[in-house]
């Protein structure tokens, strides 16, 4: 008996079916993910952020050590006019002084000499004052021959030469021509911070001749930025050229300025020229002698930079988070290179201009990416 074809072709089917091994667990879904480095992320998570990639120009620089100095022409070193023992001294260092104000007072025989030199230039002028004007009456009258007038003209002119000058010594001592005082007044002849005392009260203070001033007195208003070039550099520094000057003690702080000047010739100890950069110093923060980098542009380059907020670190390794898709994130390393901006940093590797980068929320998704 001969089945037909179709039974036949059904029961074979059905056969197979019965040998066929138990199906896999159900294959993931569409949005499910096996790799750790992607994940899903629920809808209403709030607090991340995401921007497009973008490539900008970078500043390569070259970093030169260097040293903040006070402008040499804004340095005054305060001497004592006259010869004396130092009654009093009114400033101490970093203390800021205006113009005018008192420095420090001197007790001085020398006063006492200049006062006198003045009542015998003022004696003298009036007496020959007098004569001149006697002279004249006589000579009005021609009594007396005009070079006998003439000689009193010349007296009197050389008397009041000598008076003019016996009250500008005076006025250079800062004393008043009707005092009796012997004590001489020593004030500041600008504004500005006392860096340096040397004289303390119950000195003796020789005048001009002194090896070392009373005090010194710096505008800090405008300082410079010194710092040594080496020769194998100088080809990427000009004079002109805009410089950003970084305090040791503010490394967070950026000074803009421009080299002002490099020096003329090379050091033949260190193959080295020194460059300066004005800065200007309206707080004061920059304190002589203090460290500071120079840097200066030495090239321009196109670069990936991100905000350091979207960076994850973890030992030596770092990743940032990319979206994918909506609420699809994927962990990807990169490689970090020199710090950008003090809230950037560049990456060389692992990023492409256009990627959807997380800039806020980078922690709340390493939890996430931890715990899936």
Same mark, same amino acid.
């Given at each position: 008996?001969?089945?037909?074809?179709?039974?036949?072709?059904?029961?074979?089917?059905?056969?197979?079916?019965?040998?066929?091994?138990?199906?896999?667990?159900?294959?993931?879904?569409?949005?499910?993910?096996?790799?750790?480095?992607?994940?899903?992320?629920?809808q209403d998570v709030?607090?991340?952020?995401?921007?497009?990639?973008?490539?900008?120009?970078?500043?390569?620089?070259?970093?030169?050590?260097?040293?903040?100095?006070?402008?040499?022409?804004?340095?005054?070193?305060?001497?004592?006019?006259?010869?004396?023992?130092?009654v009093a001294v009114?400033?101490?260092?970093?203390?800021?002084?205006?113009?005018?104000?008192?420095?420090?007072?001197?007790?001085?025989?020398?006063?006492a000499a200049a006062?006198?030199?003045?009542?015998?230039?003022?004696?003298?002028?009036?007496?020959?004052?007098?004569?001149?004007?006697?002279?004249?009456?006589?000579?009005?009258?021609?009594?007396?021959?005009?070079?006998?007038?003439?000689?009193?003209?010349?007296?009197?002119?050389?008397?009041?030469?000598?008076?003019?000058?016996?009250?500008?010594?005076?006025?250079?001592?800062?004393?008043?021509?009707?005092?009796?005082?012997?004590?001489?007044?020593?004030?500041?002849?600008?504004?500005?911070?006392?860096?340096?005392?040397?004289?303390?009260?119950?000195?003796?203070?020789?005048?001009?001749?002194?090896?070392?001033?009373?005090?010194?007195?710096?505008?800090?208003?405008?300082?410079?930025?010194?710092?040594?070039?080496?020769?194998?550099?100088? &080809?990427? %520094? =000009?004079? #002109?050229?805009? $410089?950003? @000057?970084?305090?040791?003690?503010? +490394?967070?702080?950026?000074? *803009?300025?421009?080299?002002?000047?490099?020096?003329?010739?090379?050091?033949?100890?260190?193959?080295?020229?020194?460059?300066?950069?004005?800065?200007?110093?309206?707080?004061?923060?920059?304190?002589?002698?203090?460290?500071?980098?120079?840097?200066?542009?030495?090239?321009?380059?196109?670069?990936?930079?991100?905000?350091?907020? &979207?960076? %994850? =670190?973890? #030992?030596?390794? $770092?990743? @940032?988070?990319?979206?994918?898709? +909506?609420?699809?994130?994927? *962990?990807?390393?990169?490689?970090?290179?020199?710090?950008?901006?003090?809230?950037?940093?560049?990456?060389?590797?692992?990023?492409?201009?256009?990627?959807?980068?997380?800039?806020?929320?980078?922690?709340?998704?390493?939890?996430?990416?931890?715990?899936?």
């Open positions: 008996m001969r089945l037909p074809r179709r039974l036949v072709l059904a029961v074979l089917l059905l056969g197979c079916s019965k040998h066929r091994p138990a199906p896999a667990a159900a294959a993931p879904a569409a949005d499910a993910l096996d790799s750790r480095d992607e994940f899903l992320l629920p709030r607090g991340v952020a995401t921007a497009p990639v973008r490539a900008r120009q970078l500043a390569d620089y070259l970093e030169v050590t260097g040293r903040i100095q006070a402008d040499p022409t804004r340095v005054v070193r305060v001497y004592p006019p006259v010869s004396g023992r130092l009114e400033v101490r260092p970093a203390d800021r002084v205006e113009q005018g104000q008192v420095l420090a007072i001197i007790a001085s025989s020398d006063l006062r006198a030199a003045y009542r015998q230039a003022l004696a003298d002028a009036q007496l020959k004052w007098q004569a001149e004007t006697r002279a004249r009456l006589l000579y009005d009258h021609q009594v007396i021959a005009l070079r006998d007038y003439q000689q009193a003209q010349a007296e009197a002119a050389i008397a009041a030469a000598a008076l003019q000058g016996a009250v500008a010594r005076l006025d250079l001592l800062n004393v008043d021509t009707a005092s009796s005082s012997d004590e001489v007044t020593i004030v500041a002849p600008r504004a500005g911070v006392v860096i340096d005392v040397s004289a303390a009260p119950g000195e003796y203070a020789k005048s001009l001749d002194n090896a070392s001033p009373l005090c010194t007195i710096a505008d800090l208003t405008t300082v410079w930025a010194v710092g040594d070039v080496y020769e194998s550099d100088l &080809a990427s %520094v =000009r004079v #002109g050229d805009s $410089a950003d @000057v970084v305090a040791s003690a503010y +490394p967070t702080e950026r000074r *803009r300025g421009r080299i002002a000047a490099m020096s003329s010739t090379v050091d033949t100890t260190t193959r080295s020229l020194k460059v300066r950069v004005v800065l200007p110093n309206a707080g004061l923060h920059l304190k002589p002698d203090m460290f500071a980098t120079i840097r200066v542009v030495r090239s321009l380059r196109s670069a990936i930079v991100v905000p350091r907020s &979207a960076v %994850v =670190r973890e #030992g030596a390794a $770092a990743y @940032v988070f990319v979206q994918t898709a +909506p609420s699809r994130f994927q *962990r990807r390393a990169v490689t970090l290179g020199r710090d950008a901006e003090p809230s950037e940093i560049e990456v060389t590797s692992g990023l492409a201009p256009g990627d959807p980068l997380v800039i806020q929320g980078a922690e709340l998704l390493r939890v996430v990416a931890t715990s899936s």
